[in-house]
T-cell receptor
């Protein structure tokens, strides 16, 4: 059963605008959430993460928001750039438990000039 | 350079011919794992290892074997590959006390 869900398979955004990628989870034990970015022919690379003790984490143009009560997180990219075009995976885990990263199916973001 | 390497990067084989995909990391990470990526299914974990000689099944272990004889290496073995194992495979590693995983570049396997 999919415990991490990314319900939008694709998203298209104009350069300079905000990209919002969404992710929902079902396991209330998850306490650490990560976003990975993947270009074709490359492995996923870590982008940004957030612990459940926070509701926001920012790194440059990337901000992740966590709403624990709704079991929802989102990744905001502002401003979006063509180089941001990639597949974005949301992942969740239980910290320091040896628990696996549980991945969503990914959202393909296309940023058009 | 800190990295996870996989070999081969591309492989075409036939049903039933045993193969091994190697994975090596140079970061002294305790935790290593294998994933497969399929269209519409995202990344699914096949096997993982929390340290040398300690391995366990992930979500989709059927048809695969692994071993962890050394900390840096975690090969994925397909004893009798079948066409439904055609996929893109990723190896990953992380420190035991750290949640972020580092991924290898991927191995695209086609089983005819």
């Amino acid at each position: 059963d999919q415990q991490v869900k990314q319900n939008s398979p694709s998203l298209s955004v104009q350069e300079g605008r905000i990209s919002i990628l969404n992710c929902d989870y079902t396991n209330s034990m998850f306490d650490y959430f990560l976003w990975y970015k993947k270009y074709p022919a490359e492995g996923p690379t870590f982008l940004i993460s957030i612990s459940s003790i926070k509701d926001k984490n920012e790194d440059g143009r990337f901000t992740v928001f966590l709403n624990k009560s709704a079991k929802h997180l989102s990744l905001h990219i502002v401003p979006s750039q063509p180089g941001d075009s990639a597949v974005y995976f949301c992942a969740a885990t239980i910290s320091n438990s040896g628990y696996a990263l549980n991945f969503g199916k990914g959202t393909s973001l296309l940023v058009t000039p | 350079e800190a990295q996870v390497t996989q070999n081969p990067r591309y492989l075409i084989t036939v049903t039933g011919k045993k193969l091994t995909v190697t994975c090596s990391q140079n970061m002294n990470h305790e935790y290593m794992s294998w994933y497969r990526q399929d269209p519409g299914l995202g990344l699914r974990q096949i096997y993982y290892s929390m340290n040398v000689e300690v391995t366990d099944k992930g979500d989709v272990p059927e048809g695969y074997k692994v071993s962890r004889k050394e900390k840096r290496n975690f090969p994925l073995i397909l004893e009798s590959p079948s066409p439904n194992q055609t996929s893109l495979y990723f190896c990953a590693s992380r420190r035991a006390d750290y949640n972020e995983q580092f991924f290898g570049p991927g191995t695209r396997l086609t089983v005819l």
